[in-house]
């Protein structure tokens, strides 16, 4: 069982804003501003898409931007498009393993 | 560019080891830490270890505690897993990356895929 809880599905249609989350406890989330969100197409090493929250490495489309409040995190995209369509995970640090990954949300691009 | 090259995955019986490296290259590798991450087919990520810059740091996830170590040679640029008393569920694509420590995973490599099954 993951440490991070997220949603298995959501999806949007192209143009459309979508939003995910990512359920933790008071020893990840909800304690540290360490939360990192990565995208993973079919056969592809994970990308880093945000990190420390909500900061975007650079390349990476301003249309993804990441919030936390309490002990819950989101990534939101804004007009998605047909090529954001992969699997999104998100990640914390913790006090007790050190580093935990969320179960994996897919986004489907209707 | 940044670029991580992971080698040294296969087919290994139960109870078996297999040494996995990582070639690092576009950077100075010891101004970082580095990771092992890991996917058994069809699941979601999982962090196994990671290393601080010079080696004196080692973190290791709960279920791989004694079997698996990891280690790393700064002239060479190379992070290495060392895993043995393999299982089954140790099958997965293990993947390395960059670290910036307790915090993300900036740059990964394509993977190597570990099979343990009799």
């Known amino acids: 069982q993951s440490a991070l809880t997220q949603p298995a599905s959501v999806s949007g249609s192209p143009g459309q804003s979508i939003t995910m989350s990512c359920t933790g406890t008071?020893?990840?989330?909800?304690?540290?501003?360490?939360v990192s969100w990565y995208q993973q197409h079919p056969g592809q090493a994970p990308k880093l898409m945000i990190y420390?929250?909500?900061n975007r490495p650079s390349g990476v489309s301003n249309r993804f931007s990441g919030s936390k409040s309490g002990n819950t995190a989101s990534l939101t995209i804004s007009g998605v498009q047909p090529e954001d369509e992969a699997d999104y995970y998100c990640s914390s640090y913790t006090s007790g393993t050190t580093r935990v990954f969320g179960g994996g949300t897919k986004l489907t691009v209707l | 560019q940044v670029q991580l090259v992971e080698s040294g995955g296969g087919l290994v019986k139960p109870g078996g080891s297999l040494r996995l490296s990582c070639a690092a290259s576009g950077f100075t590798f010891s101004d970082y830490y580095m990771s092992w991450v890991r996917q058994a087919p069809g699941k979601g990520l999982e962090w196994v270890s990671h290393?601080?810059?010079?080696?004196?740091?080692?973190h290791y996830e709960d279920s791989v505690k004694g079997r698996f170590t990891i280690s790393r040679d700064n002239a060479k640029k190379s992070v290495s897993l060392q895993m043995n008393s393999l299982r089954a569920e140790d099958t997965a694509v293990y993947y390395c990356?960059?670290?910036?420590?307790?915090?993300?995973?900036?740059?990964w490599g394509q993977g190597t895929l570990v099979t343990v099954s009799s």
């Open positions: 990356a960059r670290y910036y420590p307790y915090n993300y995973l900036d740059y």
């Open positions: 008071s020893s990840d989330i909800g304690n540290y501003d360490y």
């Open positions: 290393i601080s810059y010079s080696g004196n740091t080692r």
């Open positions: 420390e929250v909500s």
